[in-house]
């Protein structure tokens, strides 16, 4: 999730310094026309993308794997936040000596995040 924060900033950051740069050779009306397109095509449209990638790429993990039960587990980042690391199918950092069950409302406020 971070690198797609990251890479849309960069992506954001170079087409605002391009577009501005066009702003001097392209008539007004165009150019605010194309700074639209451009921040959608460029910026956004690969952003999410890359996160729905994100989400098909951790769907066992967010879905079926013990970390998912967990109130340790941060499912937006797939991470663990009591020990800061990423579990996968194959791999729980605790080995489940610090799984704690999620409480209700922690079950309630991710089934409808979701
Ligand atoms: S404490 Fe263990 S079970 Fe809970 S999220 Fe972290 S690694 Fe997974």
Known sequence: MGSIIFWGIIRLALT???VWMLYFYMDYGLWWA???V???GIVL???LIQ???FEEENKEIIDFTLCSTCKYFD???VLCIKLDEHPT???LPCDGEAWEPKSYE???ENKYQA
Do not use: M, S, V
Request: glycine share 8%.
């Open 16 to 18: 605002i310094a391009g």
């Open 34 to 36: 194309f700074g639209i």
């Open 38 to 40: 451009a921040l959608y």
């Open 45 to 47: 449209h690969p952003a």
């Open 51 to 53: 996160y729905k990638l």
């Open 75 to 77: 499912t937006t980042a």
């Open 89 to 91: 199918k194959n791999y």
């Open 106 to 108: 922690d079950r309630y």
